[in-house]
């Protein structure tokens, strides 16, 4: 079983940044596995934020951050990461950082076995 921990969410106003953090544990976790960052906002669905895949050479991105949120990872540590900045009111949100052991790069949430609790974002104007 894989457990996913995501960090670093807090208030920000908008222009400001933040790093998103998703540390992940467990005996059947490898460190190949594709990563994805969601987020939900009040009243709607979750939606895709970015993707990167196991070895972190390929990345993908929904347009409405593309250009100001960037995905990594950091296998050694089993970490993935989401660094976003220029953030706007409306990237508030609950972000969710998904693994999945599959090679590969996912862009929807059946794309993904194991989910984090996930960590408040808010964005004040």
């Known amino acids: 079983q894989v457990q996913l921990v995501e960090s670093g969410g807090g208030l920000v106003q908008a222009g400001g940044s933040l790093r998103l953090s998703c540390a992940a544990s467990?005996?059947?976790?490898?460190?190949?596995?594709?990563m994805g960052w969601f987020r939900q906002a009040p009243g709607k669905e979750r939606e895709f934020v970015a993707a990167?895949?196991?070895?972190?050479?390929?990345?993908y991105y929904a347009d409405s951050v593309k250009g100001r949120f960037t995905i990594s990872r950091d296998n050694a540590k089993n970490t993935g990461y989401l660094q976003m900045n220029s953030l706007k009111p409306e990237d508030t949100a609950v972000y969710y950082c998904?693994?999945?052991?599959?090679?590969?790069?996912?862009?929807?949430?059946?794309?993904?076995?194991?989910w984090g609790q996930g960590t408040q974002v808010t964005v004040s104007s």
């Open positions: 998904a693994a999945e052991e599959r090679l590969g790069i996912f862009t929807t949430i059946q794309g993904y076995v194991y």
């Open positions: 467990g005996r059947t976790f490898s460190s190949y596995a594709a």
């Open positions: 990167i895949s196991g070895s972190g050479g390929s990345t």
